[in-house]
T-cell receptor, first 114, second 111 residues
Framework: DSGVTQTPKHLITATGQRVTLRCSPR?????VYWYQQSLDQGLQFLIQ???????AKGNILERFSAQQFPDLHSELNLSSLELGDSALYFC?????????????FGEGSWLTVV | GNSVTQMEGPVTLSEEAFLTINCTYT??????LFWYVQYPGEGLQLLLK?????DKGSNKGFEATYRKETTSFHLEKGSVQVSDSAVYFC??????????FGDGTTLTVKP
């Protein structure tokens, strides 16, 4: 158990819908990351927050947005869903945001868009 | 930008065979380097890391040495077990803390 909690574990929704994925980082971790893992594109970095502020942006679509709240939990919002958005979405956290910090991953949220 | 290139899989070995999974990177400055492992149905977990040149990370019989001159961080294990079957990811974290992962290498160890 990494200490990173993600909900829901599984989600099935229809195209065009909107979903919210939630993440609670490890106790004491200030940095939260979101990743998308799909068969055809591997593990893609989406976005990183540090202590409530956006720190780095990766291959995140404009239909997706995220935020980190004052209690440090984070949400990833996916809207206007398409079939290609079906993937495993990981949240991860680390103590800080500098090089050398180990990133701890949650077990992921499986999203299936039908 | 930063990039990580790792050996394409899948890799299939017999138990007790020697394992090498190659990983090379491109980054500015002096990144930290990591190997993560993902067992079926689970999230990624840190296997080992090295934060400066010539450092050797090791864990559970796996080793990798940070080679700045060849920009490499190859993963090795002298004798693999069936329980080592998993997907292995090489990754780097740059000075700003931005992480970049390789595409993953699937290892299957047969008894």
């Amino acid at each position: 158990d990494s200490g990173v909690t993600q909900t829901p574990k599984h989600l099935i929704t229809a195209t065009g819908q909107r979903v919210t994925l939630r993440c609670s980082p490890r106790s004491g971790d200030l940095s939260v990351y979101w990743y998308q893992q799909s068969l055809d594109q591997g593990l893609q970095f989406l976005i990183q927050y540090y202590n409530g502020e956006e720190r780095a942006k990766g291959n995140i679509l404009e239909r997706f947005s995220a935020q980190q709240f004052p209690d440090l939990h984070s949400e990833l919002n996916l809207s206007s869903l398409e079939l290609g958005d079906s993937a495993l979405y990981f949240c991860a956290s680390s103590v800080a945001s500098n090089s050398g910090n180990t990133i701890y991953f949650g077990e992921g949220s499986w999203l299936t868009v039908v | 930008g930063n990039s990580v290139t790792q050996m394409e899989g899948p890799v299939t070995l017999s138990e007790e065979a020697f394992l090498t999974i190659n990983c090379t990177y491109t980054a500015t400055g002096y990144p930290s380097l990591f190997w993560y492992v993902q067992y079926p149905g689970e999230g990624l977990q840190l296997l080992l890391k090295a934060t400066k040149a010539d450092d050797k990370g090791s864990n559970k019989g796996f080793e990798a040495t940070y080679r700045k001159e060849t920009t490499s961080f190859h993963l090795e294990k002298g004798s693999v077990q069936v329980s080592d079957s998993a997907v292995y990811f090489c990754a780097l974290s740059d000075y700003a803390g931005k992480s970049t992962f390789g595409d993953g290498t699937t290892l299957t160890v047969k008894p």
